[in-house]
């Protein structure tokens, strides 16, 4: 199994400010790598694909970069609708055994 | 416009069984493989297992595979998480989600459904 592994576990950050995510694989999971966004009480909602491409809708904010094992997402801007728990999904290996990071929630300061 | 609507909350006594569905719409639902994705209370996401509606093909995690089967209804474009026996483990939120993108992350999710398991 992949192990994903996200740090830091919380993020405290002031509207306005930069916040920077680090999403590590246990071995090369190529760009197979996808962010999400979860809300309390909410579904989770995808923000970036392929490592670094936002999805339909996401604001420009958002940045996704990184190949292989490591793997960055950046929010350039935090709004105040940003503050959420943000997971990182490896989507590479074959038979599919796809797994999350443990989260890392990004809280005002 | 897509949606998967998931069936709603259940409180069931360990040993029970039970069944959740998730009703796609909005695309061709045997196009698209729908994943379902465990979150046990106060914790982190798990993938669980995939169905191809088209031919019922599954591939599970092996954390799961032998406790649930994943099922679907190409005439009503539904599919299942169900299980036979219960835990009070099984307590959590599950997800549906599919990946119209056409690669192996989810774009769309159900709004999810909460399994109580308590005697």
């Known amino acids: 199994e992949i192990v994903m592994t996200q740090s830091p576990a919380t993020l405290s950050v002031s509207p306005g400010e930069r916040a920077t995510l680090s999403c590590r694989a246990s071995?090369?999971?190529?760009?197979?790598l996808a962010w999400y966004q979860q809300k309390p009480g909410q579904a989770p909602r995808l923000l970036i694909y392929g490592a670094s491409t936002r999805a339909t809708g996401i604001p420009a904010r958002f940045s996704g970069s990184g190949s292989g094992t490591e793997f960055t997402l950046t929010i350039s801007s935090l709004q105040s609708e940003d503050f959420a728990v943000f997971y990182c999904q490896q989507y590479h290996n074959w038979p599919p055994t796809w797994t999350f990071g443990q989260g890392t929630k990004v809280e005002i300061k | 416009e897509v949606q998967l609507v998931q069936s709603g909350a259940e409180v069931k006594k360990p040993g029970e069984s039970l069944r959740i569905s998730c009703k796609a719409s909005?695309?061709?639902?045997?196009?698209?493989?729908i994943s379902w994705v465990r979150q046990m209370p106060g914790e982190g996401l798990e993938w669980m297992g995939r169905i191809n509606p088209s031919d019922s093909y599954t591939n599970y995690s092996p954390s799961f595979e032998g406790h649930v089967t994943i099922s679907a209804d190409k005439s009503t474009s539904t599919a299942y998480l169900q299980w036979s026996s219960l835990r009070a483990s099984d307590t959590a939120m599950y997800y549906c989600a599919s990946n119209l993108g056409g690669e192996y992350y989810f774009d769309y999710w159900g709004q999810g459904t909460l399994v109580t398991v308590s005697s």
């Open positions: 071995q090369s999971v190529s760009s197979n």
């Open positions: 909005g695309y061709s639902f045997t196009n698209y493989w």
